[in-house]
């Protein structure tokens, strides 16, 4: 799975995910990543998240629409909500994988229980920035 | 007075990469094409693009990318083809997009960012959402296009360590895809 967030110069914010899908997935799976509010989500009153995991997890958790829903409503910030969001919700469930958050404020996460995940960020001032393992 | 920091974040995946599962020159791969998606986004952003476009533009890439289970190089189903899903949301306007199952779409990112803006729906499906993608003129490849050797070796395994199940003698060292169990 692939996915991107971005904050553009206007303050909108937009959320997408790309994928293969469950390897050996049998006939008519559908995971999160097409699932609006499970593998993506965006509002500019909160923030955007692409997810990538156990998609019957995140569709069962409304994992992306929950991690705004916690900045939206709760007015967390986006690293409270995606932390509360995966290592508590979804790995209470026994669900794994992870998010990319970012909030209309400029404020970014990548969160996951997984042994890793493969991630990146660029914002205005900073250079590219990549990892892969915890 | 400035406003957010223009920004874009990229993800390719989560899953049971430890370190020294890859060697330097695959992590070094990885990182480079996630740095091309980051750039190529982020220059969006800085030319005042909009989100959309930054995502879009960032996920074409990976999408095209042999390294990553979306687009080519995607895994394959129990039937063994290559099944991929998509979808995309405007935080301006709460519109969103998305499709699955489609197996002809080269960059399924864009065909779900056409169902968003050029149809009254958000999802389509399968021979639904291929046709809408050919009224749409986007670009359409033969299935072939998607498989990679990797991937088909692991589905291979994968298919031969289920036999080997079924007939009662598990196989312990068959090798199994990272990705088995991730989206």
Same mark, same amino acid.
């Given at each position: 799975t692939v996915g991107a967030v971005a904050l553009d110069a206007e303050g909108n914010l937009a959320a997408g995910t790309s994928t293969g899908g469950m390897s050996m997935k049998r006939y008519g799976r559908v995971g999160d990543s097409p699932i609006i509010g499970a593998g993506t989500f965006a509002d500019n $009153?909160?923030?955007?998240?692409?997810?990538?995991?156990?998609?019957?997890?995140?569709?069962?958790?409304?994992?992306?629409?929950?991690?705004?829903?916690?900045?939206?409503?709760?007015?967390?910030?986006?690293?409270?909500?995606?932390?509360?969001?995966?290592?508590? $919700?979804?790995?209470?469930?026994?669900?794994?994988?992870g998010v990319i958050v970012l909030g209309k404020d400029g404020g970014y996460t990548m969160e996951f229980n997984s042994k890793g995940m493969f991630r990146g960020v660029k914002q205005a001032g900073g250079p590219a920035q990549t990892a892969i393992y915890d | 007075m400035a406003g957010p920091p223009l920004t874009i974040l990229v993800h390719g995946g989560a899953g049971a990469m430890e370190k020294g599962r890859y060697t330097p020159e695959e992590e070094a791969a990885y990182k480079a094409k996630l740095t091309e998606a980051l750039e190529a986004g982020y220059a969006v952003l800085e030319r005042g693009g909009s989100a959309l476009d930054a995502v879009e533009t960032a996920i074409v890439i990976l999408e095209d990318s042999p390294l990553f289970n979306a687009g080519k190089g995607a895994v394959f189903t129990r039937d063994g083809r290559n099944e991929l899903d998509a979808s995309i949301?405007?935080?301006?306007?709460?519109?969103?997009?998305?499709?699955?199952?489609?197996?002809?779409?080269?960059?399924?990112? =864009?065909?779900? =960012?056409?169902?968003?803006?050029?149809?009254?729906?958000?999802?389509?499906?399968?021979?639904?959402?291929?046709?809408?993608?050919?009224?749409?003129?986007?670009?359409?490849?033969?299935?072939?296009?998607?498989?990679?050797?990797?991937?088909w070796k692991a589905y291979r395994d994968a298919l031969e360590k289920e036999k080997k199940g079924k007939e009662g003698k598990p196989d312990k060292g068959a090798a199994a895809d990272a990705d088995y169990k991730y989206g």
């Open positions: $009153r909160s923030c955007a998240v692409s997810s990538t995991g156990h998609g019957e997890y995140f569709i069962r958790l409304a994992i992306a629409r929950d991690v705004c829903a916690q900045v939206e409503y709760a007015g967390k910030s986006v690293a409270e909500a995606a932390r509360d969001v995966i290592h508590g $919700r979804l790995q209470g469930l026994g669900g794994d994988g | 949301m405007d935080g301006a306007t709460l519109n969103a997009g998305a499709v699955a199952g489609v197996t002809r779409v080269r960059n399924p990112i =864009r065909l779900a =960012r056409a169902v968003m803006e050029k149809s009254a729906h958000v999802m389509f499906a399968r021979e639904g959402a291929e046709k809408f993608a050919e009224e749409q003129g986007l670009e359409l490849v033969s299935p072939a296009y998607f498989r990679t050797e990797a991937r």
